[in-house]
Every structure is written in C-alpha cells, then in structure tokens.
C-alpha cells in the first residue's frame, strides 16, 4: 500500500536524500524519476499517460467486444471500425490499390479551379487540406456559429521548419522520406514529385504568420463576408466552397480569417502556370493521409518521420493501440456511454460538484471583497460568474452516429466516410443555435478544458481518478 497523508500526497514517492529547500521538485518526485523510465513509444511519461494507458485498455475491451454485437446496431459499427484496421490480411491484399483511384483523380486535374474542387472535396474527407478550417461561436458574436480560415498547406509543423537554419537537417530528412513514400506509393517519377512538392511548401511557408503572431486573438480576429475573401485572394474559391460544404451552401457567406496575408499569398500561387506543382504536392498528402491505413512498409516510412524524426519516439505503438485511436476518433461518444456506464462511479459526479460549487463561491467572495476593481468591472466579473458552466464527466445529450456507415470489408471508405460525418456535422452547426450541450472531448479522455467562448470548463471522467482527483480524499487536494 501507499503511504498516504489525509489531504492525498503519496509520501513513499518523496526524496529522502533531497531536502525540499535545496530542490522541492526532486524531493517530492525523486523516487518515481529514479525508478521510470519512458516507454518506447511514447515520447513523454507521467500521471496523465498512466491514466490514458488505463484507460486505453478499458477501452480497448468494450470494443472488442463490439466485434460480436448484433448487426446494424452502433455497438457492431464500433466493433466494425476496428476490426476493419484490424484486418492485416485484407489490408496486405490490397498493397496500395487503395490510392489508385486518388492518383488518378489527381493526374486528370486539368486547370486550377478543378485543383480547387478537388481539394476541398478532399480537406471534407481527410486527404488534404489548403485551408484549414473549423467552426466555432463567433469571438465577436458568441451567440452565433462561423466558419474560422487559417493558413494550412504545410507537412512540417511550422513555417519556421522551412526558414531557420536549425532546421536544415529536418528539412533534408523529410525530402529523403517523402521520396521513399511517393515511390512505395507507386507514384512515378518520385523524386521530381518530391523536389515540386516541397518548393511549393516553402514558397507557402512564406506567407505564413510565425506561432507568436498567430497567438494575437485581436490580430487573428477579421471578420469578412464572402466576396471580400474572394477579393482578398485575388482568386474565385467558389469551386472549394461548394466541395468543402455540399449540407449546407450558406455557411460561407460570412468568415472569420485568422491570417489575411496568407490567402493573399495563396492567391498568388493559385495560377496555371504552378498547377502541376499543386499536383504534386496533392499527391504528396493524399500519400501522407492513406500511409497509416496501408501496408507496413508505408506505415512504418510515414512513422521513421513524423515518429521518430519529429518527435524522437523510437517505436511505433502496437497495432491494437492505433485501432482504438481510430475508433475513438469516429465513435468517440458511443465509446463513451459504455465506459462511463462501467468505470466512472456517480460519487465522483457529485464530490466535483460540490467542489466546483465551493470554488464559484470562493470566487463570488473574491470578486465581491476586490478593492482594486471598479463596479461596473465587478458587475460585469459577477455576471460571467454567473453564466460559468461546469461540465463534469460526460455529456448530458449523447452524440447521435445513426447516419454514419461503417463497413467491416472497407477500412479507406470507413476512414473517408468518418472524416465527412464529422466535417459536416461541424459545418451544419452554422446557421443554428448553440448547442450548450456540445462536447469536445469523449468522457474517456484523460484530459479537461476550458472553452473561453462558452464559458465553460470540463472535465471528462477519466481524469477524474487518483491522482489528479479522488472522492474519498481531502477537497484541498483534488
């Protein structure tokens, strides 16, 4: 057993040989750093990957189980989905058969707005992206939904990837990688691909904001109609809107641009005269997006880079761990009915709502007792006290996965038909209410979040275990 004091610090992991004055960090935590060492397929380790290791096997269970669940029922599409990644056999068969389709589509593009069409049909079902796109409450309007624009288009993490000497080598290492991709791919003339590709990026690059920049929430926020974005980029982007969002055709008609220049600079590029560059930086993503559902060698190519390259993880996470990502990903929600109905107990429900109760009080008091702020300030301070909204667990109204289809025979078309019930059923939200019920994480994340333009705070259940929370200990603690 752990020793345990009664506000729920775990005494046996505290340093004897470090006092706390000298290094309270090393004194609290010195035993678990000397004992730990970090699994090879994580590049980071600590309480919050001990929760989600746990969770991911509780998980792992409930849909495996799924895999004999009567058809037609959204247990079955659970088990489905899985065992569709599963299916190595089936996966090996095929080889890269899978892209043929997509390749072909790609070679015919004659001219830029069928690039444009093209794209946006393929940022809707997760193959590329050339703006990127999410839909949020408006930040000047919280009561409404609108599409948010942001600079995309890049396979490195940032524009600095492509402009600072530090990166040199980065740089070399993903040209050497998206080679050997395009060529197990079956792409002709890999090499030439790649070099058109990635002078692309880079010209794209520059006309992306730096992270600090990007960070302005003033700067990033400029409200346009849709013919002003039009004239911003100096190019008709109707073609990608109307592939982008066939549901629901109105929800452009007013953006939100979180980086002008960049479309201005896109626009730029936008011209005949570049579009077999744009081809081929197509098919590099369209290659990057399909690697994972592929044949090992393209699984483990994309991984040698954007694993252990980028982040300096040296093993890829066994194939089970990878399914159950995917399935999270499509079915999150239902995942997360039957783990809250198995593992989350209703005293942690009420023990974090007397917490929080206790917190806005102590706040209320705070506000109520501040010299410094003037009345009308703590007027206004109260009032969005007032709106808070705690969310604990899960939600209250469930996602409903009816109209997505899922083919235990069709791991690419599950994957596509995935991304497109997700995309649209965030470009639908344009145009209605907002949905204060709306979750952004499954209960079985081991994560929380604050949602500024809600007001609001949740935490999903799984976090809501020791030792980040425990209903039997000291509040102070938890």
């Known amino acids: 057993m752990t020793d345990v004091l009664p506000v729920g610090l775990a005494l046996d992991e505290f340093s004897s040989d470090i006092r706390p004055q000298d290094d309270l960090y090393r004194h609290v935590n010195g035993a678990w750093l000397a004992r730990t060492e970090i699994p090879g397929d994580k590049a980071r380790w600590g309480s919050f990957h001990l929760l989600a290791e746990q969770a991911e096997k509780d998980v792992r269970a409930i849909i495996e189980e799924s895999q004999d669940a009567p058809e037609g029922t959204l247990a079955r599409k659970i088990g489905d989905l899985f065992a569709s990644f599963m299916d190595t056999a089936r996966i090996d068969a095929a080889g890269v058969a899978p892209l043929a389709d997509t390749l072909a589509e790609i070679d015919a593009i004659a001219d830029v707005p069928t690039f444009l069409r093209t794209v946006g049909a393929y940022d809707r079902d997760g193959r590329a992206s050339i703006i990127g796109l999410y839909v949020d409450g408006d930040p000047g309007d919280p009561e409404r939904y609108l599409p948010v624009l942001v600079q995309a288009g890049l396979s490195l993490p940032d524009e ?28 002709a003339d890999a090499a030439v691909n790649a070099d058109r590709a990635i ?18 929430a003033v700067a990033t926020y400029n409200l346009k109609t849709w013919e002003e974005l039009q004239a911003l980029a100096g190019v008709d982007l109707t073609p990608w809107r109307e592939a982008v969002s066939p549901s629901n055709p109105a929800a452009f008609d007013e953006v939100v641009v979180s980086q002008p220049s960049f479309f201005e600079g896109l626009g730029s590029l936008l011209t005949p005269e570049r579009l077999d560059d744009w081809k081929a930086w197509l098919r590099a993503k369209a290659v990057h997006a399909a690697a994972p559902y592929l044949t090992d060698d393209l699984v483990q190519e994309n991984f040698s880079f954007y694993g252990t390259e980028l982040t300096g993880v040296p093993t890829i996470r066994e194939r089970w761990k990878r399914g159950v990502s995917l399935t999270e990903g499509a079915l999150g929600e239902a995942i997360g009915k039957v783990y809250v109905e198995r593992h989350y107990p209703p ?11 206790h917190l806005i009080e102590a706040y209320r008091q705070s506000i109520t007792e501040l010299e410094w702020m003037t009345a009308e300030t703590r007027e206004r301070a109260l ?29 690419f078309g599950n994957v596509r038909r995935a991304s497109i019930f997700e995309h649209d059923r965030n470009i639908d939200k344009v145009g209605t209410p907002i949905d204060r019920t709306e979750w952004h994480m499954p209960p079985q994340m081991v994560n929380a979040y604050y949602n500024p333009s809600m007001n609001e705070i949740v935490f999903p259940a799984a976090i809501l275990q020791y030792p980040f929370f425990d209903a039997g200990r000291d509040a102070a603690a938890n």
């Open 160 to 187: 600095s990837y492509f402009r600072l000497d530090t990166f040199a080598d980065t740089r070399a290492a993903y040209r050497a990688h998206l080679e050997r991709l395009l060529g197990l791919a079956g792409v």
């Open 199 to 216: 002078a692309l990026e880079t010209e794209l690059a520059g006309h992306h904001w730096d992270n600090v920049r990007s960070r302005d």
């Open 347 to 357: 005293t942690a429900k009420a023990a974090m709502d007397e917490l929080v109760a």
């Open 383 to 411: 009032a969005k006290l007032d709106s808070f909204t705690p969310k604990i667990g899960h939600p209250e109204v469930w996602r409903d996965y009816s109209s997505l289809e899922i083919d235990r025979a069709d791991l």
